[in-house]
């Protein structure tokens, strides 16, 4: 018998990216599911989680990697028409038992394919609306009224089609609710697997060792300097920026803090654990004062950090706030938008209480083993394909 066939959709998305890739399509894989992944390429490239082209590797149109499939479509020969769309196209093609879309624009996609599926060959396929992040968000300045007003109607007309809705945080799930009380959501967390191996650390060093995973605002680049040139002999704070600037920009660290301010490329997404091993403080700093998203968001490196037994210290939005205080994991700014000199009042605040800080990492470890690592989330995500897979034809799982 056949394996269910899942087809993950994207229209901007790099294939490799963790939650895609690492996270889900291998879950899927494991569990059973034969995993496909409909990517788009730039100038005829794949490319990387911070936006660098493949120059030498991943050329084939259709390849396997870390045994899932990977189907490629120039992005330049996207169409206004859906039916036209190289993603649609190459969806219909695929034939699957679930599309899993993980942008708007690819949940109108999903939507297409799942209704001409059904008309022109009577299948029933399942449709799953992986939304990381609300759009439209209601806040952005930069976006016109109109614009957002157009992509909430799109986004209605899609939700009637979607068979399930997967969400990272509970606000954005109740956001979902609110337009909608019958639609089936369900929380998944950016949250990696369980790092084996920690560094323990009784009290912090000398030197503060502040962390930073992931893309990095040119606003919070010039944070991270203020806070390093801010900080005195007495409390020296060092950075450690994981992947920071995108392909293509630059953040150049002045030449009297080179030696403080360490920039360490974009990681392999197991080698993070290690790449951060030693740090003493985990840095979030969103400001979500028009940002709906920024409000809600629990991001990636929020997990990474507690993965780590990292304390953490975040600027005041919601649910990360209540997440770090019902857990006692960091420290909250009650600030939407801090400056440097909260950001070393905290440093200096930690330094000055020592088993304060160790408690808070013990915390941040402790979260991560019983609730909230990817071991947690997978079981939520095979529910979700399981329960939508009980009306369809039986398939052999191994």
Known sequence: MLKPKVCMLLCYLPFLDSRIFECEAKSLLNNGYDVTIIAPRKAGLLFDINGAPFNKKFRERVFYYQGIKVVTYDSERRSLNPVSDPLYQLGIKEDADF?????????????????????????????IYDSRQLIPDPFPLQINDHTKQQWHKTLLGNLQEADYVITVSNSIKSWYLAMDPMLSVEVIYNAPPLSKHIMNKNTPNNSFVVVHEGNMSRETFEKVIAITEGSNSGTDVEFKIIGGSR?????????????????????????????????????????????????????????????????????????????????????????????????????HHLRQHPEKWAAMGSNARKVMEEVYNWNHMEKRLISIYQSLGSNQMPYLLS
């Open 99 to 127: 599309y899993h879309a993980h942008e708007l624009n690819s949940f109108t996609y999903g939507k297409a394919i799942k209704q001409d599926l059904q008309q022109q060959r009577n299948k029933e396929v399942k449709l």
């Open 247 to 347: 392909y293509g920009e630059t953040f150049p660290v002045p030449a009297h803090l080179q030696n403080r301010v360490h920039i360490e490329q974009w990681v392999d997404y197991h080698t993070l654990p290690a790449t951060m091993a030693g740090a003493d403080l985990g840095l979030i700093d969103l400001d979500p004062t028009h940002s709906l998203n920024n409000m809600f968001a629990m991001p990636a490196k929020l997990f990474s950090y507690l993965n780590n037994g990292i304390p953490v210290v975040a600027s005041k939005c919601s649910d990360i706030e209540k997440f770090i205080k019902t857990y006692q994991c960091g420290l909250v700014i009650n600030k939407r938008n801090p400056a440097p000199a909260d950001y070393l009042q905290v440093i």
